[in-house]
Nanobody, 122 residues
Framework: VQLQASGGGLVQAGGSLSLSCAHS????????MGWFRQAPGKEREFVAA????????QYADSVKGRFTISRDNAENTVSLQMYSLKPEDTAVYYC????????????????WGQGTLVTVSS
């Protein structure tokens, strides 16, 4: 399984941005996909995740109500719609996937994409 993330960029506070992650490989091997982020000098943190069936979605408290995760089975993609962005959302965002779990712990994920930088200016 390979993950390819895209969509990062620079946006002003209060603005919106969308991230997308495409996975190549056997869809049946994926149970959940999601996003983590890492700001400079900080630990990697959970952002959101969704099962490939779409029946379970989880969000970090810091983004709940502002971010929406979704998946497109036909396109083999997972998207993260980010609204009302804040400077503290600035980070490198990583797409993740796992074959067995949906977790808020980065160590559980077997597959990681390259990061995409999101910068929110004040």
């Amino acid at each position: 399984v390979q993950l390819q993330a895209s969509g990062g960029g620079l946006v002003q506070a209060g603005g919106s941005l969308s991230l997308s992650c495409a996975h190549s490989g056997r869809t049946l091997s994926i149970y959940a996909m999601g996003w983590f982020r890492q700001a400079p000098g900080k630990e990697r943190e959970f952002v959101a995740a969704i099962t490939w069936r779409g029946d379970i979605a989880q969000y970090a408290d810091s983004v709940k109500g502002r971010f929406t995760i979704s998946r497109d089975n036909a396109e083999n993609t997972v998207s993260l719609q980010m609204y009302s962005l804040k400077p503290e959302d600035t980070a490198v965002y990583y797409c993740v996937a796992d074959s067995t779990v949906l977790s808020r712990t980065p160590g559980y994920y077997d597959y990681w994409g390259q990061g995409t930088l999101v910068t929110v200016s004040s």
